[in-house]
């Protein structure tokens, strides 16, 4: 795999970044049930036990539920991207083995595929 050390070193930054920003996203909406492998479970607040309260909580969990989904989905993209850089497998397409255009993943560091499989 010939990506510049340079050009990796960048989407890497560019990685840690998007992993803190979505851990902070999804910290205030979910709770971890394995951090560092990005599983969270959606949370909500506890308003109260009344039953008005109750359909609160329930309505800001169904609220959240397909955010936090979208979250985890795309925080464990940055996770397994990330583990690739650290073995070498960084860039290839999960598909057809090819390499990734590097354009690609300079718009989507976390790409697993290559334009063509998308
Ligand atoms: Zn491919």
Redesign the pocket.
């Known amino acids: 795999m010939a990506i510049d050390p340079k050009i990796l070193n960048e989407l890497k930054e560019a990685l840690l970044k998007e992993k803190a920003e979505l851990e902070a996203d999804l910290k205030r909406i979910a709770k971890p049930v394995d951090a560092p492998r990005g599983d969270y479970e959606t949370s909500f607040d506890e308003v109260g036990t009344d039953r008005e309260d109750n359909t609160t909580e329930v309505e800001e969990y169904a609220d959240n539920l397909p955010v936090e989904m979208t979250l985890e989905k795309k925080l464990k993209d940055v996770i397994d991207a990330l583990g690739k850089i650290e073995k070498g497998t960084y860039g290839i397409?999960?598909?057809?083995?090819?390499e990734?255009d590097i354009e690609r993943l300079k718009a989507n560091p976390s790409a697993r595929?290559?334009?063509?499989?998308?």
């Open positions: 397409c999960e598909n057809c083995n090819q990734i595929t290559c334009i063509k499989c998308n």
